[in-house]
């Protein structure tokens, strides 16, 4: 399908001009909305999590990783390079991805603990209308950029 709109917009002057003109709007449209009626707090529409609590979390990121045949590759093609002459290849490779996780835990671990108090300041209400002002400002000007694009 998508081949088929870009064929059409190479084609047709009038649709690119038509399809420009509507995206246009649309941005401009979202834009004013967000600069004029910023929204006071964060509401979510999606489904809650299903609760399958901590242990849940682990196994089903566990899963994926193992499952997953890039990390295996990673490992496989990244690892060996470091591993010095002379060393048991299988116990230094299996140290050195041990490490790997490890680091990566730690990383993690820290971005969630500054998530949190990160997640607080976004959430209030005149941060959100600050941002979501913002945003409009952005859409705005995407809008306006777009409407004054030339075709090649």
Not at 32 to 39: D, F, N, Q, T
Not at 43 to 62: E, F, H, M, Q, V
Not at 68 to 89: D, E
Request: charged share 10%; with cysteine.
């Amino acid at each position: 399908m998508s081949l088929g709109l870009g064929a059409l917009l190479a084609a047709s002057e009038y649709a690119f001009t038509l399809l420009k003109w509507a995206g246009a709007a649309y941005l401009l449209w979202l834009g004013v909305h967000l600069v004029l009626k910023p929204r006071d707090r964060l509401t979510l529409n999606s489904a809650p999590a299903t609760g399958s609590g901590t242990r849940g979390d682990l196994i089903r990121g566990y899963l994926s990783n193992i499952l997953n045949p890039k990390v295996g590759i990673f490992y496989v093609t990244f690892l060996p390079q470091f591993v010095p002459a002379g060393v048991n290849v299988a116990g230094f490779s299996f140290l050195l991805a041990c490490i790997h996780v490890l680091l990566g835990m730690l990383w993690f671990a820290l971005l969630i603990a500054a998530t949190i108090p990160l997640g607080r300041f976004l959430a209030r209400p005149p941060v959100i209308r600050a941002l979501d002002r913002l945003t409009g400002i952005f859409f705005i000007g995407f809008g306006i950029r777009l409407a004054l694009a030339k075709r090649h």
